[in-house]
């Protein structure tokens, strides 16, 4: 079964400084990897996906995240971040044939002014 | 367009009753799935129905169920409540089960058991 493993429980940082959230993914067949971000006290919304092609994924609110199949990474990027990207960011994935998505247990972005 | 609808939005129970949740997808979306979202472990996959069958199904005990109706809402049900299921209940619809399909989110039901 595929698994993710979000390497920070917590990121801060200051405000227009660039961010990297890590996740490392394990699985034994090819899969999709996406990036959610829960604000307080809604639900997930999706930040962006790889499905294929290029390994460079842009998102909304100027997020990316590049795949790494070797590394089996996918690490999401902001070069500049803003006060209101302070949230709870989920990587996920899932497999070609189903719905069934894992998500790493979550980073929390905190960008102080 | 709506998006995913859940109801209700908070809610509290008394250990050992039981409790409904209601989902509403996205039209045209055929396929939800629920999670739960707790604090110790996170977000789990409890299951996934499409077509009014369910297709997958998480690592939780029996107490936990769920159904789809042919308009492709869905409702799950935790009977013979504990403690440890208070948490943020999320449900997901999509178009289809094919993967890779993006899933979204409802903003959840809050369920507290005392």
């Known amino acids: 079964a595929q698994s993710v493993t979000q390497l920070d429980s917590q990121v801060p940082v200051f405000e227009e400084a660039p961010v990297e959230l890590r996740c490392n993914y394990s699985?034994?067949?090819?899969?999709?990897l996406f990036w959610y971000v829960q604000y307080p006290n809604q639900g997930l919304q999706l930040l962006l996906k790889y499905l294929s092609g290029s390994t460079l994924v842009k998102g909304i609110n100027g997020f990316e995240a590049e795949f790494n199949k070797s590394q089996t990474s996918f690490h999401l990027r902001k070069p500049s971040v803003h006060i209101s990207d302070t949230a709870e960011y989920f990587c996920?994935?899932?497999?070609?044939?189903?719905?069934?998505?894992?998500f790493g247990a979550g980073t929390r972005l905190t960008v102080k002014p | 367009k709506a998006g995913v609808t859940q109801t209700p939005r908070y809610l509290i129970k008394t250990r050992g009753q039981q409790v409904t949740l209601s989902c509403s997808p996205i039209s045209g979306h055929r396929s939800v799935s629920w999670y739960q979202q707790t604090p110790g472990q996170g977000l789990q996959f409890l299951f996934e129905y499409f077509s009014e069958t369910q297709r997958n199904k998480g690592n939780f005990p029996g107490r936990f169920s769920g159904r789809q109706f042919s308009n492709s809402r869905s409702e799950m049900n935790v009977s013979t409540l504990e403690l440890g299921d208070s948490a943020l209940y999320l449900c997901a619809s999509s178009l289809d089960r094919v993967g890779g399909n993006t899933i979204y989110f409802g903003e959840g039901s809050w369920l507290t058991v005392v």
């Open positions: 996920a994935v899932s497999r070609y044939n189903n719905n069934d998505m894992r």
């Open positions: 699985s034994s067949v090819s899969v999709y």
